[in-house]
């Protein structure tokens, strides 16, 4: 298996093969936290009317995301992990979830033309995505693996280190999870979550977003359009 980094917007726009595309804080968290809450399945789309549009032609769909950071008027949910679980099981089971965000989401559409399938990442459905990667793929597979970062240009600690998880999983590669967490927690714009000075972004919401294998699916997307449908593989 080989298995190739790269970075932000630019690098999923030219990753190829498999492509796990990686949004811990805080897209593809919520992605699976609502699949696990029973969602049939996911549309990821490019902008906020996009995804309303969704809405109108079917009002079954949820509209969740947001645009730097904060949820938009009109939607359902924002981009919360912590406002999810609050929500639980009885909010999602059986919805359909349109869903417009500032990092995943674009790189997602990024990688989606040219990739052969794109999976979304988190800490959350790490070892699902190895185990999917490794059942479906074969030993010549290639693997792409996109760390989305902030907004898809700036690099992003959480990010970075989750992408090192699965690439120890898939190759292993040197991975200390006590270390990773201990500088997710040291960095900046984490810590200033966890001292609640981010009115968009509850400290929950880091505390939830860095648990590690909580679920046994992958979440895999294929176009259809202009726009990606990402189903629920159990692994």
């Not at 009002?59 to 999810?84: H, M, Q, R, T, W």
Request: charged share 25%.
């Amino acid at each position: 298996m080989r298995v190739e980094r790269r970075s932000l917007l630019q690098g999923a726009a030219g990753a190829r093969g498999t492509v796990v595309v990686i949004d811990v804080l805080r897209a593809f968290s919520c992605s699976a936290l609502m699949f696990h809450y029973g969602i049939r399945d996911l549309v990821l789309v490019r902008t906020p009317a996009e995804a309303l549009a969704c809405r109108d032609r079917d009002p079954d769909y949820l509209v969740a995301g947001e645009v730097k950071g904060v949820k938009v008027p009109g939607f359902d949910l924002g981009n919360s992990p912590a406002d999810i679980v609050s929500k639980g099981e009885t909010f999602f089971r059986n919805r359909r979830v349109a869903v417009r965000s500032s990092a995943g989401t674009q790189g997602v559409l990024a990688a989606a033309a040219q990739a052969d399938q794109v999976i979304l990442g988190s800490y959350m459905t790490a070892a699902a995505i190895a185990r999917y990667i490794q059942a479906t793929g074969g030993p010549d597979a290639m693997v792409t693996i996109v760390s989305m970062g902030f907004e898809g240009i700036k690099t992003s600690v959480e990010d970075e280190r989750c992408g090192d998880y699965i690439e120890h999983l898939l190759l292993g590669a040197p991975y200390d999870h006590l270390a990773a967490i201990w500088q997710c927690l040291n960095d900046p714009d984490i810590a200033m979550s966890l001292r609640g000075e981010h009115d968009y972004r509850p400290k929950e919401d880091i505390v939830l977003a860095l648990q590690r294998d909580l679920f046994d699916f992958a979440m895999v997307g294929r176009l259809e359009g202009d726009h990606v449908r990402v189903t629920r593989a159990d692994v």
